[in-house]
């Protein structure tokens, strides 16, 4: 069963603010409409503390969300959220305002509502620009959400000018929201300032580079320091900062299994820092990496599998293959290319499949046309209930996993990871 922690911390964290927020009182007279308006812009205070957390990478994420690449999946629906949220508790509190209009009473002027609305307009632009950029490099996405900070400065501020209740009291939900607030304001400061200086503890020496296929780089590390403990499977940031190199952070599989000592990465030229990284990147340079993380493991699922890689995502599959497959598992394992010549470790997993439990299938793409269940189901003979792990393009994922719903084969649980930190 998947886990779930995640999703049930932020269900409980909005109970408890509704909780506590049914025992207070405003410190004035005001509409019912602009007390729940209060509320829901408290909920925003809650999903941008979860927000931010989860941008601090933190390795609690991996156990809470089933691996760090769901977490962004809650990370962009709660700031989807949270926006929807600010427009409604703008749009409520001006009603409230009316109604006290109309009831012959004088609205007190408040100083403070200008910086909740400047920092509604400010995530409202850069919301739309972060999805109108959505197709920037990695980079320069990243830059562009460090100018969230402002906004949910000034939304703060906002809230402790403008609330109707004893913002600074002692009572269990102005205390619940100052502590929501400053491990909000804390996780965004440390993901903006701090955690790309402090975040990569471990340092490697390159001291091996392979050209593996067309187009993808091998790159073999030795540790400078300790040596990272990972389980195969799992993936981990990489950064090199010299005076050749400027390769921002980037999530990459650890494509071989464990090693004291040593790691390895696997990289597909497909954007303009990895391509520019083929030509400057020298054995002696070094790499600094943050990690590990990811729940991509194959022993937590039913022991009939069915393994896809697509291109460069057979490097998790080459990982748990050379740590080796219990002999109660049985898998299938698929792996598809474009052509022979971006077929990367082709040889190793025909050696390492000669004496083992599993089964291979290459897949080339140019001579066989596209992979498909039904071309899947070819191979598969198993009644019983099969988990099928997936590691590639999304398009292919998505297309497999509509074709899988419509086959005959008894499929448990579609496994993947979401390398969409976007």
């Given at each position: 069963?998947?886990?779930?922690?995640?999703?049930?911390?932020?269900?409980?964290?909005?109970?408890?603010?509704?909780?506590?927020?049914?025992?207070?009182?405003?410190?004035?007279?005001?509409?019912?409409?602009?007390?729940?308006?209060?509320?829901?812009?408290?909920?925003?205070?809650?999903?941008?503390?979860?927000?931010?957390?989860?941008?601090?990478?933190?390795?609690?994420?991996?156990?809470?969300?089933?691996?760090?690449?769901?977490?962004?999946?809650?990370?962009?629906?709660?700031?989807?959220?949270?926006?929807?949220?600010?427009?409604?508790?703008?749009?409520?509190?001006?009603?409230?305002?009316?109604?006290?209009?109309?009831?012959?009473?004088?609205?007190?002027?408040?100083?403070?509502?200008?910086?909740?609305?400047?920092?509604?307009?400010?995530?409202?632009?850069?919301?739309?620009?972060?999805?109108?950029?959505?197709?920037?490099?990695?980079?320069?996405?990243?830059?562009?959400?460090?100018?969230?900070?402002?906004?949910?400065?000034?939304?703060?501020?906002?809230?402790?000018?403008?609330?109707?209740?004893?913002?600074?009291?002692?009572?269990?939900?102005?205390?619940?929201?100052?502590?929501?607030?400053?491990?909000?304001?804390?996780?965004?400061?440390?993901?903006?300032?701090?955690?790309?200086?402090?975040?990569?503890?471990?340092?490697?020496?390159?001291?091996?580079?392979?050209?593996?296929?067309?187009?993808?780089?091998?790159?073999?590390?030795?540790?400078?320091?300790?040596?990272?403990?990972?389980?195969?499977?799992?993936?981990?940031?990489?950064?090199?900062?010299?005076k050749r190199n400027n390769f921002?952070?980037?999530?990459?599989?650890?494509?071989?299994?464990?090693?004291?000592?040593?790691?390895?990465?696997?990289?597909?030229?497909?954007?303009?820092?990895?391509?520019?990284?083929?030509?400057?990147?020298?054995?002696?340079?070094?790499?600094?990496?943050?990690?590990?993380?990811?729940?991509?493991?194959?022993?937590?699922?039913?022991?009939?599998?069915?393994?896809?890689?697509?291109?460069?995502g057979v490097t998790p599959f080459?990982?748990?293959?050379?740590?080796?497959?219990?002999?109660?598992?049985?898998?299938?394992?698929?792996?598809?290319?474009?052509?022979?010549?971006?077929?990367?470790?082709?040889?190793?997993?025909?050696?390492?499949?000669?004496?083992?439990?599993?089964?291979?299938?290459?897949?080339?793409?140019?001579?066989?046309?596209?992979?498909?269940?039904?071309?899947?189901?070819?191979?598969?003979?198993?009644?019983?209930?099969?988990?099928?792990?997936?590691?590639?393009?999304?398009?292919?994922?998505?297309?497999?996993?509509?074709?899988?719903?419509?086959?005959?084969?008894?499929?448990?649980?579609?496994?993947?990871?979401?390398?969409?930190?976007?």
């Open positions: 069963m998947k886990k779930k922690s995640g999703l049930f911390i932020i269900l409980v964290s909005m109970l408890i603010t509704v909780v506590f927020w049914l025992f207070i009182k405003p410190t004035r007279d005001i509409p019912l409409i602009s007390q729940y308006s209060q509320l829901l812009a408290s909920f925003a205070l809650v999903g941008f503390c979860i927000i931010n957390f989860i941008s601090t990478r933190h390795r609690v994420l991996d156990k809470l969300f089933n691996g760090l690449d769901r977490s962004y999946i809650y990370h962009k629906v709660l700031s989807i959220s949270v926006l929807i949220m600010i427009v409604v508790h703008n749009v409520s509190i001006g009603m409230g305002k009316d109604i006290i209009r109309q009831s012959g009473n004088r609205v007190p002027r408040d100083p403070y509502a200008m910086y909740g609305s400047f920092s509604l307009y400010l995530f409202v632009i850069l919301i739309a620009v972060a999805i109108l950029a959505k197709k920037l490099n990695y980079e320069r996405w990243k830059n562009i959400h460090k100018f969230m900070l402002i906004p949910y400065a000034l939304g703060i501020y906002h809230y402790y000018g403008s609330a109707n209740y004893a913002v600074f009291s002692m009572d269990a939900f102005s205390v619940w929201l100052d502590i929501v607030n400053v491990i909000g304001i804390l996780s965004a400061i440390y993901s903006i300032f701090i955690y790309e200086k402090t975040g990569f503890k471990y340092r490697f020496k390159v001291n091996k580079l392979d050209t593996v296929a067309n187009g993808t780089l091998e790159i073999t590390g030795s540790s400078l320091g300790r040596s990272m403990k990972f389980k195969p499977g799992q993936f981990a940031f990489l950064k090199i900062k010299d921002p952070s980037h999530p990459f599989t650890i494509s071989q299994a464990p090693k004291e000592g040593e790691i390895q990465f696997t990289l597909k030229a497909l954007g303009d820092h990895t391509k520019e990284l083929f030509d400057t990147l020298k054995v002696g340079d070094e790499f600094y990496v943050e990690g590990p993380h990811g729940e991509f493991n194959f022993k937590t699922g039913v022991k009939n599998q069915i393994w896809i890689a697509g291109g460069i080459r990982s748990f293959m050379q740590s080796g497959v219990p002999k109660d598992y049985s898998v299938d394992f698929f792996y598809a290319y474009n052509n022979e010549q971006e077929g990367a470790y082709v040889e190793e997993l025909q050696s390492l499949a000669a004496n083992s439990n599993f089964k291979l299938h290459l897949f080339n793409s140019k001579e066989k046309g596209f992979l498909s269940a039904e071309e899947i189901s070819k191979h598969i003979y198993k009644k019983d209930n099969i988990d099928v792990y997936f590691c590639g393009p999304k398009p292919m994922r998505e297309s497999l996993r509509k074709q899988f719903q419509n086959s005959k084969l008894k499929i448990n649980q579609f496994h993947f990871e979401n390398f969409q930190f976007k």
